[in-house]
């Protein structure tokens, strides 16, 4: 069965840095997008980026952009997601996703609706 498997969550500073990890298995990766969302208690799931099955081509939210860079492997059937200079608001927790159903995926990826199935979560917090 699907299985995504997320990890590298934890605490930092203000500024610091970490990079998340997404083991996938279960279906064929390299024939996917994979995204990245994130959610805090109590509110929506939030996309935060997309990358197509072929690296060529990514995507961000707003609030990321400049600061957080998806990747993949598709050998190893990873997906990645570094982020650079996190500030208390990106403390929460974090899901990789298969997919999303519907093509093209750049005009529907940011909808949690798309996707069917999901990791358990990296918890990401941020201190000062």
């Known amino acids: 069965q699907v299985q995504l498997v997320e990890s590298g969550g934890g605490l930092v500073q203000p500024g610091g840095s970490l990079r998340l990890s997404c083991a996938a298995s279960?279906?064929?990766?390299?024939?996917?997008?994979i995204a990245w969302f994130r959610q805090a208690p109590g509110k929506e799931r939030e996309a935060v980026s997309c990358?197509?099955?072929?690296?060529?081509?990514?995507d961000y939210a707003d609030s990321v952009k400049g600061r957080f860079t998806i990747s993949r492997d598709n050998g190893e059937k990873m997906a990645f997601l570094q982020m650079n200079s996190l500030e208390p608001g990106d403390a929460v927790t974090y899901y990789c996703?298969?997919?999303?159903?519907?093509?093209?995926?750049?005009?529907?990826?940011?909808?949690?609706?798309?996707?069917?199935?999901w990791g358990q979560g990296a918890q990401v917090t941020v201190y000062s």
């Open positions: 279960g279906f064929d990766f390299d024939n996917y997008a």
């Open positions: 990358i197509s099955s072929s690296y060529d081509s990514t």
């Open positions: 996703a298969e997919g999303p159903r519907s093509l093209p995926w750049a005009s529907v990826w940011s909808a949690a609706v798309e996707y069917d199935y």
